[in-house]
Structure formats: C-alpha cells, structure tokens
C-alpha cells in the first residue's frame, strides 16, 4: 500500500492467509472506487475490512470521518496512528458478521464499503441483507467471478441462490475489474467492484422472508432437477401450478419475481 508520509513504517504485519488479506495497494483502483461511492457530507460511511488503509485513508481525505470494522487486532494500532493525519476514525474491533448493523446505523442509514476477504464473502453479504433497511448503498470488491453471480440473469450458467436472494433485495451493478497486480500478495483470481442498493421494503413484495429464502434455496439444491422435484419438500406440483409457474421448468430458467410469486403462494387450508 502507499503509506502516509507521517507514519513510515507503521504496517509491519504482513498479510496473513488464516485471514484470506490481499491488501488492495494500487492508488489508480482505489482511486476509482472512491470516485464510486462518491461520498456526500452528512452521509455515515462504514469500511467492513480496512486492511492497512488503502481505501480508509482516501475515504477519510476525501469525507473526514469513517467508522470501520476490522478483526485483526494488530493492524488497529496502525490504523489509529495514520488515520489521524487524514481524518476522524473510529475503529469497532470485531468480525463483521458479530455486529448489529442497524443497531451501528442508529436511525440513521450508513453506506457500506470494503474489500472483502473472499472466504467469507457470502455470509458478510447476507448479514448485510439482513440489515438492507439501515444501509443506503454498499460497494463491495469481491472475486469477479462471484460478482458475476451476483448480477447474473435468468438462464445464465452462473446465475443461482445469490443471484435471486440479493436481487430481490437489491439493485446489483458490477462496476469493473481489478486485476491480481492491485493486491499484495496478488491473489490468483480476478476482482471486481459491485455496487448495491437496497430496495424500498415496500417494493421487494416478499411476505415472508425465511419462506422465500427456503423457496430458493430448495430450487437450486439441485439444478438439473424440475422445480416440481427441487421443491418437494416446500411445495407441490399443483401449488407451483396455481402460482403461475410451469413445474417441469427449471430454477435458472425463472426471474427473481417468479421465486418471489412462488414464496408467496399459499395453498388454501
């Protein structure tokens, strides 16, 4: 990473593979990133995994305060020390999946940001789900091949759970890619930026979040299979049917308001 002249030195620790860290070094993409969430005065900006400061500290210049989660005790020192040079920081030392967003936000909607550590991509982003209504947006770095899933369509080979789960909730734009040179150590794959923005809970339409989530993940537990056999143990073939969809069709073959219309239905008592 390019390191603040005020604190030569201050990241001694070197990335450690038990916590999935490539540091995101390359001023040009951290550049680009922040001219992406393009921070407004007034807005709370919270960084799950600030690393050694790549984004922090641009974030912080360019907004001047920033609350981030980070969960390596050694790099909250150095964090503290050259942060204060750039703005006002506040640290919460914990994994990000232990935090209560909404309780963090407060009644006031925050604005997600981070480089992801890639093994632990999709449950960060489900607890961010679970919390979409205290988030106005989040832009997240993530291996390009799961922001790929994340935005794919109805009848793309990649396009699964995480697509439909996360789009019903959100608007999902895969920015650009970052190659492995932008990190060190480079990790083997290629990165790219998402952006997400919850959508108003008066517009997603799901009546019951946890039979939907149920719903999708039965659908795509077994792809090759029929949505009248995938969904065997929600739902039957006749309750598919009066939900308007053909149960000989396929789970990737649906739009996301088709898992949702299936959630929905209910079968008379």
């Known amino acids: 990473m390019t390191r603040h002249p005020s604190a030569p030195g201050a990241f001694s620790e070197p990335p450690k593979k038990s916590l999935g860290q490539n540091f995101l070094h390359e001023r040009g993409v951290v550049e680009r990133i922040v001219h992406a969430v393009n921070p407004k005065p007034g807005e709370r900006l919270v960084e799950i995994g600030p690393g050694q400061g790549a984004m922090t500290f641009p974030l912080l210049d360019r907004h001047g305060a920033l609350t981030a989660i980070e969960f390596d005790r050694d790099l909250l020192t150095p964090l503290t020390m050259q942060a204060a040079s750039h703005g006002a920081l506040t640290l919460i030392h914990a ?31 489900f607890h961010a789900l679970e919390h979409a209504a205290s988030i106005t947006d989040m ?65 997603v339409g799901i009546d019951d979040a946890q039979r939907f989530s149920d719903v999708v993940r039965a659908a795509f537990g077994q792809r090759r299979k029929t949505l009248r056999n995938a969904l065997s143990t929600v739902m039957d073939g006749d309750a598919i049917t009066a939900a308007g969809i053909d149960p000989q069709t396929r789970a990737e073959q649906l739009a996301v308001a088709d898992f949702v219309r299936l959630a929905n239905h209910r079968t008379p008592a």
């Open 95 to 125: 994994n990000v999946l232990d935090v209560d967003l909404t309780a963090l936000a407060a009644g006031a909607p925050i604005r997600l940001v981070g480089n992801l550590p890639y093994n632990l991509s999709s449950p960060i982003l």
């Open 139 to 203: 832009h997240f770095m993530l291996q390009k091949e799961v922001v790929e899933r994340m935005a794919a369509g109805p009848g793309s080979k990649v396009y699964g759970r995480l697509s439909v789960m996360l789009q019903a909730y959100c608007e999902v734009t895969m920015l650009f890619v970052v190659g492995p040179g932008a990190f060190r150590p480079p990790p083997k794959v290629d990165s790219a930026i998402v952006r997400l923005v919850p959508r108003p809970a008066h517009t």
